[in-house]
């Protein structure tokens, strides 16, 4: 009975010695644990070891401190942050195990939009009942992507929502949202609106910061006193209608091409605005 007990105990202590045998969790604190930080901005995060290192430090593209020896902690700091694939690294060389190891700063940089608007398929000047609509909602330059919501409203109703979880790009992006639309008599004199909101969780900023398009005002062609009396006078003659609405959408239409020239040529007007002042800047450096 005695020697079977010496054996039960020589192997609880081949066991015992096998689970202690698993290299130790790393001795390193980072604080805090996620950082947000808007593009352009500081930040600074604390690297702290729990057991005494031989040298520890930051390995980054941007605030690398080198080995520093004689220190129990160790902060990463840099004035103005604008490398999107910045990934600080705070590492640790020990006496004993784990010897060597290293805990990642999980850092979130963004970006807000230069602009949110709306677009269409065509022309909405005068929407017409019934009809549907392919609306975009063009976000641009907005960062990271994954964090970003597109919401839609009609008045001060949210109507539709999209999200862009599984795109993972960390540098900024031009973003379109598309919301197929159909107006109704209830429609009429609403505006329709989208919002690029930026949720990056709790430790961003709070509450999330979200920036609207330009409204668009939804008018169902029965809404229109004009074509509603000539609806009225043209009832049961279903060709006359269509024919008046036909004639809408092309005035719209002529409308809508018109502006997206207008568009264009401030486009260039604003791109030559920036050739000249960039002229201008290299002259005064001369």
Known sequence: MKQRGLWITSILGIIFTCDTGAVPECPLEISPQRAVVRYG?????NCAATQTPRGMGWEATAGSTGMKTGVQSVTWSVS???DWTVDPKCYGNFNTEPRQCRKNLNISLY???DSVSISSDSPVVQMVEGRQYQLQCEVQSIAPVQYLTVNWYRGQTLIHSQTFFNNTIRTPVNVSATLLFTPDRADSGQQLTCEAELNLGPEGPQPPPAKRAEPLRAIGLSQ???VSALGTMTQGLPDVNVAIAE??????RILFLEEKKIKLEIEKLEIEKRKLLLEIAKLSER
Request: no cysteine; hydrophobic share 30%; charged share 25%.
């Open 41 to 45: 901005d500081p930040v600074t995060a």
């Open 80 to 82: 103005s942050l604008t």
């Open 111 to 113: 970006k807000y939009p």
């Open 224 to 226: 229109n006193s004009d």
């Open 247 to 252: 004639a809408l959408e092309k005035m719209n």
